[in-house]
């Protein structure tokens, strides 16, 4: 087979196996799981045949018109470079491990065929948005995408914090894309064409009329979709869903559209130096606020979400300073360490029975319970802290030094502002990250307190998966270097200063919350020995109540009860670092709260008096259209008695008026 054909059966077949899904998982639930896992396996490998035949050579591309449009026609067309094969790649390998986690992680979830359906479609769409070469195309993945999300994660739709969060997430989402719908049709005017060579062939020549206008508005959509300030809130808020759906969405989808549209239209946004400062001053918020909000978090899940938008800020500062090459390094070494951190974290809430880490502090010996979670969760935090040398490392030296590069003015494309904007909140960010997932750690693997539950060891589905995406956790920056030519022959080694600098904040973010970990461990151990002979009749462990502990749905899946873990104040290094910004940060800094005043309630306000007016105004109008005639009706009702005297005398008297009526009126005109 050729490679357009490799390329196009890769979104084709989790699509056939989404297709399938829905229609036999009632009727032959036994096919549920091949469907699920063989098409994403199969579309897996068939990617790297693609990435393989592309060999990081010229793009190849392939398009056959649609229908037509008018002067803009819309194509279905492939544009198959180095970064799309790469991405494909990624997509397919981690919607496999979902997949595959799935079948053991929700074995019992009554809505298991559906989930598995919309997984798949959700797979397909996101390969669509990856081989497009037609911008209509990739907005027809970018969309099926947001909708698989809405129900995904509203799965368990019987809560309200799910029900809520899925359409947060659409709403959020869909407010970004109105302003990206406008930017693709005014490239589209400008470019004269929606497929993407073109544009970017326009773009080369300077056809561009109005480029940061387009860029803004694309930017818009991006944030949105890769939830970058200010329209990230609803990435934390949709870990309602089920962990592997949080998986997919994080590592390889959804997030990472967006990352990867300004990746494949980069010159679009270079032709604007305005743009590129507005994309690294809002990845610098992004990485700063979800840094010092992660640090703030008690869900493991939540920790993990403001983790992804940080990263993602990563990313778009790479972006800002024109290396796509860096943001696409970091995009795929953070696709695999992140699948596996929400996957580990998957088995953790299944052992431990809760997302709260101040529960899971208080719990002794779960590294010992879950030993596969626990040192596949410590390589992937290891690769999060971007210490050397796993994959994290690499691929956020690669940020910083093409930050760094453009700072002292070596980037044709990027202005030096940016690139210190990128730099700086890079660095800072390193530490936050070292700082909050050491904390994880610590507070998930290093509690005090009652033995933790033992229930035997995980699926084999489960914590093979997570060995699997240990392996380019630790290994992929290693052999980046062999990938140059997938990523524009870009070298992607880093450099003595940016090294020192990001390993060194790392280093001083890890040191600083393990030592202050350890004072708050100290802190409450000498509380518990104050308060322990007044507390002789304490209530046993399995009979304490446990506020802390936020209870996800998906726990009462499990087949093995929870004892209920007993409250207690949990050594939490994050609320000395943080100190009085603590409630602040838990609290995502109030956006939500800002949102619900400067939108929410207006919008809520203009609805009700809407609703006065119609019920009051226009519905009195229509009442009184409908009484008129009544009222009418009833009058002239009165007058048909039935009786025949009646109705004469009336006939006569009308037959005189009649004749007075008509003998005045000649009157009248013969005197004039």
């Given at each position: ?22 229609l ?10 091949p ?22 050579g ?6 056959t ?8 026609p ?24 979902v997949q ?12 298991y ?15 669509l ?24 994660v ?7 914090a ?22 693709l ?23 561009l ?5 387009i860029?803004?508005l ?7 979709k890769?939830?970058?300030?200010p ?6 808020d949709?870990?309602?869903g ?9 590592a ?7 990352v ?28 700063i606020g ?30 800002a ?18 699948a ?6 998957g ?14 502090a208080?719990?002794s ?10 040192w596949?969760?410590?390589v ?8 050397p ?31 210190w ?19 994880l ?9 009652a ?22 956790s630790?290994?992929?920056g ?7 030519d ?9 450099t003595v ?55 996800a ?13 007993p ?12 100190g ?7 609290a995502?800094?109030h ?6 005043a ?13 609703r ?21 009706g ?7 008695t ?6 004469l ?19 009248v005109?013969?005197?004039?």
């Amino acid at each position: 087979m050729t490679t357009t054909t490799l390329a196009a059966l890769v979104p084709a077949l989790p699509f056939a196996g989404a297709v399938g899904g829905l229609l036999l998982g009632r009727k032959a639930p036994g096919f549920v799981r091949p469907l699920a896992v063989l098409p994403a396996l199969a579309a897996a490998v068939l990617a790297v045949v693609v990435a393989v035949q592309q060999g990081g050579g010229p793009p190849v591309v392939a398009a056959t018109e649609l229908t037509p449009t008018g002067s803009v026609p819309i194509y279905l067309a492939l544009y198959l470079d180095g970064f799309a094969a790469l991405v494909a790649v990624l997509v397919g390998v981690v919607a496999t491990c979902v997949q595959l986690y799935s079948t053991a992680y929700l074995r019992e979830d009554p809505r298991y065929p559906s989930y598995a359906a919309l997984v798949s479609l959700f797979t397909s769409a996101m390969l669509l948005v990856v081989y497009s070469g037609d911008l209509m195309v990739l907005l027809v993945g970018w969309e099926v995408m947001g909708i698989c999300s809405y129900f995904l994660v509203g799965h368990y739709w019987e809560t309200e914090a799910a029900r809520s969060a899925s359409l947060k997430a659409f709403l959020v989402t869909k407010l970004g894309d109105v302003p990206f719908l406008f930017g693709l049709f005014a490239l589209a005017v400008d470019a004269g064409s929606f497929q993407i060579p073109k544009i970017l062939g326009a773009v080369a020549s300077g056809g561009l009329d109005h480029p940061t206008l387009i860029a803004l508005l694309l930017l818009a959509g991006v944030a949105g979709k890769s939830a970058q300030f200010p329209l990230h809130t609803w990435l934390p808020d949709a870990m309602a869903g089920p962990t592997p759906v949080s998986a997919l969405i994080h590592a390889a989808t959804m997030v990472a559209a967006g990352v990867y549209f300004i990746a494949r239209l980069l010159p679009v946004f270079t032709a604007s130096a305005a743009a590129l400062v507005v994309m690294a001053v809002m990845a610098a918020v992004t990485m700063i606020g979800s840094g010092l909000a992660a640090l703030a978090q008690d869900d493991i899940k939540r920790v993990l979400a403001y983790s992804t938008i940080g990263q993602l800020g990563y990313m778009v500062g790479a972006l800002a300073v024109a290396d796509r090459g860096a943001a696409v390094f970091h995009l795929m070494s953070h696709g695999a360490f992140k699948a596996l951190l929400f996957l580990g974290a998957g088995v953790i809430i299944h052992a431990a029975g809760t997302n709260s880490l101040s529960a899971m502090a208080d719990m002794s010996g779960l590294a010992k319970r879950i030993p596969d979670a626990f040192w596949t969760m410590t390589v992937a935090l290891l690769a999060l802290a971007a210490v050397p040398p796993f994959a994290g490392f690499f691929s956020k030296e690669a940020v910083l030094v093409a930050a760094e590069e453009a700072a002292a003015g070596h980037s044709e494309l990027a202005p030096a502002g940016a690139g210190w904007t990128v730099l700086v909140a890079g660095v800072l960010t390193a530490l936050l990250t070292a700082a909050y997932a050491t904390r994880l750690w610590l507070m998930a693997f290093r509690g005090r307190g009652a033995a933790a539950p033992d229930h035997g060891k995980e699926p084999l589905a489960m914590t093979g998966v997570l060995w699997l995406l240990a392996i380019p956790s630790i290994a992929f920056g290693a052999v980046a270097p062999w990938l140059d030519d997938w990523f524009d022959s870009h070298e992607l080694t880093p450099t003595v200063l940016t090294s020192v600098l990001g390993t060194g904040a790392a280093v001083v973010g890890g040191v600083l919350s393990y030592a202050l970990w350890q004072r708050a461990s100290a802190t409450a151990a000498r509380r518990a020995a104050a308060v322990t002979p007044a507390a002789g009749g304490a209530e046993p462990a399995s009979e304490a109540a446990a506020e802390s502990a936020a209870q996800a749905p998906e726990v009462a899946e499990v087949t093995h009860d929870h004892p209920v873990v007993p409250a207690a104040p949990a050594p939490d290094p994050g609320r000395a670092l943080l100190g009085p910004l603590h409630p602040h940060a838990a609290a995502g800094f109030h956006l939500d709260a800002v949102y619900r005043a400067v939108f929410v309630r207006p919008v809520l306000a203009a609805a009700g008096l809407v609703r006065f007016l119609d019920r009051e105004v226009v519905d009195t109008y229509v009442r009184a259209a409908g009484a008129a005639p009544r009222l009418l009706g009833t009058l002239v009702r009165r007058a048909q008695t039935g009786n025949v005297q009646t109705y004469l005398s009336a006939l006569l008297g009308g037959s005189v008026v009649l004749a007075v009526a008509v003998a005045v009126l000649a009157n009248v005109n013969a005197g004039s």
